[in-house]
């Protein structure tokens, strides 16, 4: 490294996405770096890299989603592995940031493990974390390391404007997501609207309002991901009540737990839009679902971080 410039970079990946990381090394003109990922007999993981990152700047992709605990712990040790060989600068790239939905005390005796993962990737020893669409924004703050914060809307914006749609209006399916909605709605020149609802347990939800004008529109319903596809679909089904002609869906990752697949075919979702932050097993990669890919973000991000330049213009 010379005057904080490093001559060269190499990129990883562990099992969480390696179709994604393949894309993006492609998009870098780069090989994937070479190393193995396993696990001993007993189910305790083992990382081996196979070349040498002594000096470079290196680069881990991993998502850290289902199974959640392995590919955290998979991260977390080719983190160790690279600090301990030496590596130049090490950035964690994630796609997709698990345990970010306990981001605060809610109530009495909560975790905080959104907090608590940013702890474990900073004591392993990454240097710089590069993510996308953040539970809550607030989460950059637990780092007391460099975080990019990436963005799906652009991605998500351009394949809606080339779709054309008439009397578009975005929904947020919650409080939550209004942000993001308004987000959305600008470029596209587009009204929000909002459904209120509240939540009973974990996984559960209940439309009680909606407040906007959704009636004779095609409403696009967006949120930062989907899980047990819940509070979309039972959203997406209230705004088809309420007279809407059509009814998009998109997020960012592409959770689908549990019946969400079941809830998503069954809805009165035209088209749900999703990003490839997290993979999508065959079995899920429904006609009613479309993929678009973070791979050209995420390659221009990781590009600009190795040449030092700004990151504005991707946010």
Not at 60 to 73: A, K, R, V
Not at 258 to 273: L, Q, T
């Amino acid at each position: 490294m010379r005057n904080g410039v490093f001559a060269d970079y190499k990129i990883f990946t562990g099992n969480a996405n390696p179709a994604l990381a393949e894309e993006i090394a492609k998009i870098m003109g780069k090989p994937l770096g070479k190393s193995a990922v396993n696990k001993f007999s007993d189910g305790e993981i083992s990382v081996s890299l196979w070349e040498t990152v002594r000096g470079i700047d290196t680069y881990i992709i991993q998502p850290t989603c289902d199974p959640t605990n392995d590919n955290l712990m998979e991260l977390l040790i080719m983190i160790d592995a690279m600090k301990r060989a030496s590596a130049g600068r090490i950035n964690a790239v994630i796609p997709y940031y698990g345990y970010a939905r306990q981001d605060r005390k809610a109530k009495a005796r909560d975790p905080i493990t959104a907090k608590l993962v940013a702890d474990l990737l900073q004591a392993a020893g990454a240097d710089r974390v590069i993510t996308m669409d953040l539970h809550a924004a607030q989460i950059q703050g637990y780092f007391d390391i460099p975080v990019d914060h990436l963005l799906g809307m652009p991605i998500l914006v351009k394949y809606f404007k080339e779709k054309n749609l008439d009397d578009l209006v975005i929904v947020s399916p919650d409080h939550g997501s209004v942000s993001r909605a308004r987000s959305m709605a600008q470029p596209l020149d587009a009204p929000i609207a909002i459904v209120d609802k509240r939540r009973p347990k974990a996984n559960v939800s209940e439309i009680m309002n909606v407040i906007g004008e959704v009636k004779d529109k095609t409403v696009v319903l967006m949120d930062d991901m989907v899980d047990t596809a819940g509070t979309i679909c039972n959203a997406a089904n209230a705004m088809k009540d309420m007279g809407a002609k059509e009814v998009y869906a998109c997020a960012t990752h592409p959770i689908l737990s549990g019946p969400a697949i079941e809830r998503i075919e069954k809805s009165a979702i035209k088209e749900m839009v999703l990003l490839n932050t997290i993979p999508l097993p065959p079995e899920k990669q429904i006609d009613k679902i479309k993929t678009l890919s973070v791979a050209p973000m995420f390659a221009e991000a990781m590009i600009r971080v190795f040449t030092n330049t700004s990151l504005n213009g991707l946010f």
